[in-house]
């Protein structure tokens, strides 16, 4: 079983900055797949970027240059580093786990999901 938690959420201006960070236990996060997604108040759950066991990373077009993931393997932990927040921004986000590596921008794709951080940015 894995647990995934979030934190880092907060409110800040737009053009702010904030990092997330989803800490993992009960498996590492070496070998797997981790996304991270958002949910706006009224809308579907959205997919922010992932990366894969190799490092490699992929974003939403909304996001990308403005938003990187990385991940600490000495902490078992990835981090979403997002800056130029826009008010758009604002969502409960939320880390994702999977043992696959396809279909990555896809919520069910994943097998384990944090209980969300929210994010708030003010215009």
């Known amino acids: 079983q894995v647990q995934l938690v979030e934190s880092g959420g907060g409110l800040v201006q737009a053009g702010g900055s904030l990092r997330l960070s989803c800490a993992a236990s009960g498996r590492t996060f070496r070998s797997n797949s981790a996304g991270w997604f958002r949910q706006a108040p009224g809308k579907e759950r959205e997919f922010v970027g992932y990366?894969?066991?190799?490092?490699?990373?992929y974003y939403a077009a909304s996001v990308k240059g403005r938003f990187t993931i990385s991940r600490d393997n000495a902490k078992n932990a990835v981090s979403l580093q997002m800056n130029s927040l826009k008010p758009d921004d604002t969502a409960v986000y939320y880390c994702?786990?999977?043992?696959?590596?396809?279909?990555?921008?896809?919520?069910?794709?994943?097998?384990?999901w944090g209980q969300g951080t929210q994010v708030t940015v003010s215009a």
């Open positions: 990366i894969i066991w190799s490092d490699t990373t």
């Open positions: 994702a786990a999977t043992v696959n590596h396809s279909g990555l921008t896809t919520a069910s794709t994943y097998n384990y």
